[in-house]
């Protein structure tokens, strides 16, 4: 079955490009708005790119109602953002942190979720997240009207107690416990986890 993009109203690209290539990471960003209020929200068309310059990709669709999401609309202004980790604990929080509000309400206050200052952005990381990387934008990039891709360099990692060993920076398997992106409203754990041995036969054979 083969499927042409090009042919396919956008909504059947998405519907077969989110539920094909899962599970995807959950970048929450979180950002104050020009009014000092504390926004953030979900995005798993996001992934980490490169460590040396370290950055960190999101892209970006509009509202429902066709505005620029808040979120987006914060970077553009400050240039800076800070994407937070979310992990079982926080994932309800993370989810309902989607629903669409006015800027002039916090998904903060929404959620019960605490505002924490960051050292190198001028926004707030979420103090209960697992880990929150601080970034500056390093450019934007406009695919038509309804996709913007930000390329972040990551500047600062937060890390929740117990989750990175100082020393080695190895991060603890047992203490920390991403969830990620399916599609629609379905989310994975990563409780399953598993090794493979070293040089196997056949095609994917590495020397
Ligand atoms: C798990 C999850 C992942 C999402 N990923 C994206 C995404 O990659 N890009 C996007 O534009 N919206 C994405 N959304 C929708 C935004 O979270 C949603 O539009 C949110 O209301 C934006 O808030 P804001 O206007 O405060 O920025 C996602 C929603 C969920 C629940």
Request: charged content about 25%; glycine content about 6%; proline content about 8%.
């Amino acid at each position: 079955m083969d499927f042409e993009l090009a042919r396919l109203p956008a909504l059947e690209r998405y519907k077969l490009i989110i539920g094909l290539v899962i599970p995807r990471p959950i970048g929450w960003v979180s950002t104050w708005n020009d009014n000092g209020v504390a926004n953030c929200a979900p995005f798993s068309f996001f992934n980490a790119i490169s460590e040396d310059p370290p950055l960190c990709i999101l892209s970006f669709n509009r509202r429902s109602d066709g505005a620029m999401k808040h979120t987006l609309k914060n970077i553009h202004r400050t240039g800076e953002y800070v994407v937070n980790l979310a992990d079982e604990s926080t994932a309800n929080a993370m989810h309902v942190s989607s629903f669409e509000i006015p800027e002039t309400e916090s998904e903060f206050a929404k959620t019960g979720l605490t505002p924490a200052p960051a050292k190198m952005v001028k926004h707030p990381r979420i103090a209960e997240a697992a880990a929150s990387l601080e970034c500056k934008v390093e450019r934007i990039i406009e695919f038509g009207p309804e996709r913007e891709l930000v390329i972040g360099e990551i500047l600062l990692i937060h890390a929740r107690e117990g989750i990175v060993d100082p020393e080695t920076k190895r991060v603890s398997e047992e203490n920390y416990r991403p969830v990620g992106r399916l599609f629609a409203n379905r989310y994975c754990t990563t409780r399953q986890r598993f090794d493979l041995p070293g040089a196997l036969p056949g095609p994917c054979a590495t020397e």
